[in-house]
């Protein structure tokens, strides 16, 4: 056959390959390396049938060939056909010896002489070495492997930056703390006209930065076009709408505490996208600290449609929720089972909440929120020792994340074992210091052990760090740093907290009680009086505001019946 004709049939190839024609690119792709025999031709023929779903005959197509052990590019291609048959031992074995260090520095390569043979490729192409660590972390996390996979997954990223799976996987899986996100970037060797991607990368990792400093970051990548002495113009410009960057300061907002706020624009993301699961996962949890049950609902049925898996055509009208569990039973997503989870756990309905957390966790190993949710599932029914389990396990899953330290050491508060709450609040906030609710628990924990300078120096670092105006969520910790103070006998002080308290919210027991109890020991019986007639309002049968309403009222007859 003549060249030119050769040459077409490849064409045909490439043309079938890019329509997903993968049979017909299959059927000419084996015509062409059957007339030329050329290892280019044979190597597309591997590519068809691997884009066609053909694991087994393309990996035999490659180890059948002698080039294997000379092109990295088939034997990178094999060890790819092993991933999707799940032989993720035989996968490291078709990559080759290699050894990474802690730092994901790659040395020891046996096979070092391996040359990447690709007439065809593209200018910039992602390097090889970066898509075959990468292989190798996907290899070890599988086989449970993680600090190995740690490992892989920086050295893929610092082998090439353009290699965004790698950082992917070590952010979502929250594999670093902030401060080695932070020095795996400022290892990255970025071309001079990738300065854009250098900045995004900042806003992916944890956001633990100063407030100013994480704003300029957004506001750089957002800034309008601008055009320089050279006339070129500034590619970051164009990011302003971008979604991914959209969904970055969403989750920077939950971060925050701002949650109506994440609310909205997660809502706008979603309305221009509906399937970023990124934003999808942001609104769930905004949702979810907002209450809103019929918003996590329609959510959780929209992700049963949109990703369905064996959902018959039909289903039957029952009622509302005997239809939604009718579906979900169908479907095997697990941020569907998750957001499942969080409907129910909104209702108040736990255990089917811990259903569909369990399933979610199943499904997805490495779902944080899910294992977090599953965690606290059980917390609410103060069932510890499943709590514990979950908890401990996203721990041991993601080292980078501070929550499940959080919540181990809240577990241990509710059982009243203080030193070893302080010692996974102090681990959380070694990994988390810019977290309020680490220092307002920590304050607590100094409260009960009657450390009560030590318990206002926490609560007052808790609110320095609200990085919003103080909303209700916060009135506990006002409530808490009153108390401290009063404990002081810093009256005064107390009674502004409890003031500022009570106007975040009026239905608070305690407030009231502990303001009533600060006048009374100041001997403003006429305040105190009145505040422990309105903390009774609230429950009227509580004993401590009964017992000294009694004793004021008798204090004020006292003072009546002798006046100064």
């Not at 970051?236 to 949650?259: F, R, V, W």
């Not at 039909?314 to 479907?331: D, E, G």
């Not at 957001?339 to 209702?347: E, F, K, Q, S, T």
């Not at 074992?417 to 990994?431: P, R």
């Amino acid at each position: 056959m003549k060249d030119e004709e050769v040459e077409k049939l490849r064409g045909v190839v490439r043309d079938c390959v890019s329509k997903h024609l993968y049979s017909s690119a299959i059927f000419f792709a084996d015509k062409v390396a059957a007339f030329t025999g050329d290892t280019a031709d044979i190597y597309m023929q591997a590519q068809a049938l691997f884009l066609g779903h053909h694991y087994r005959r393309a990996l035999h197509l490659l180890t059948s060939s002698k080039i294997i052990f000379r092109d990295l590019r088939f034997r990178y291609l094999a060890a790819k056909c092993l991933e999707e048959l799940k032989e993720w031992q035989q996968c490291l074995v078709m990559l080759g010896d290699a050894k990474v260090d802690e730092h994901g520095n790659v040395h020891s390569l046996k096979d070092s002489n391996i040359a990447y043979l690709d007439k065809d490729g593209e200018d910039r192409e992602i390097n090889i070495s970066a898509a075959i660590c990468f292989l190798r972390g996907k290899a070890h996390e599988a086989l449970e492997n993680r600090s190995q996979a740690l490992q892989w997954y920086k050295a893929a990223i610092k082998a090439d930056p353009y290699c965004y799976e790698a950082l992917e996987c070590l952010i979502d899986n929250h594999m670093l703390s902030f401060e080695e996100e932070v020095n795996l970037l400022s290892t990255l060797q970025f071309a001079p006209e990738d300065g854009w991607l250098s900045v995004f990368y900042s806003c992916l990792i944890k956001k633990y930065d100063k407030e100013y400093v994480v704003e300029a970051r957004f506001t750089e990548l957002e800034r309008e076009p601008c055009v320089s002495k050279s006339s070129e113009v500034s590619v970051s410009g164009t990011l302003k709408d971008n979604t991914d960057l959209l969904a970055c300061k969403a989750e920077y907002y939950h971060q925050c505490g701002e949650y109506q706020k994440c609310f909205e624009l997660t809502t706008m993301l979603l309305e221009r996208d509906p399937f970023h699961l990124k934003c999808t996962l942001v609104h769930i949890a905004a949702a979810m600290e907002l209450g809103h049950a019929n918003e996590l609902y329609l959510m959780a049925c929209s992700l049963v449609k949109d990703y369905p898996q064996n959902c018959p055509s039909r289903c039957p009208q029952p009622q509302r929720q005997q239809a939604f569990l009718w579906y979900l039973n169908q479907n095997s997503i697990a941020l569907s089972w998750f957001a499942v989870g969080c409907y129910y756990y909104c209702i108040k309905k736990l255990d089917q909440s811990r259903r569909f957390f369990c399933k979610a966790t199943t499904l997805d190993g490495t779902f944080s929120s899910a294992w977090i949710g599953f965690g606290n599932a059980y917390s609410v029914r103060e069932e510890g020792d499943q709590a514990m389990a979950s908890f401990r396990t996203a721990a041991r899953l993601f080292p980078g994340c501070h929550l499940p330290m959080l919540y181990i050491g809240m577990e241990y508060m509710r059982t009243h074992n203080f030193k070893l709450a302080e010692q996974f609040f102090m681990q959380a906030e070694a990994i988390c210091p810019v977290d309020p609710l680490v220092y307002n628990e920590l304050g607590v924990v100094a409260y009960h052990t009657k450390e009560y300078q030590k318990a206002v120096r926490w609560f007052e670092k808790t609110l320095s760090l609200v990085p919003s105006t103080v909303n209700e969520r916060w009135e506990p910790t006002l409530a808490n740093l009153a108390h401290a103070l009063r404990k002081l006998k810093r009256y005064q002080e107390a009674i502004s907290y409890y003031d500022k308290a009570l106007a975040l919210s009026t239905r608070s027991l305690s407030t009231y009680a502990g303001l009533a109890y600060t006048y009374h020991l100041q001997d403003n019986l006429d305040a105190a009086i009145t505040y422990y007639h309105k903390a009774l309002g609230l429950k009227p049968d509580d004993q401590f505001c009964t017992e000294m309403l009694t004793i004021a009222l008798a204090d004020e007859c006292t003072r009546g019946d002798n006046p100064v």
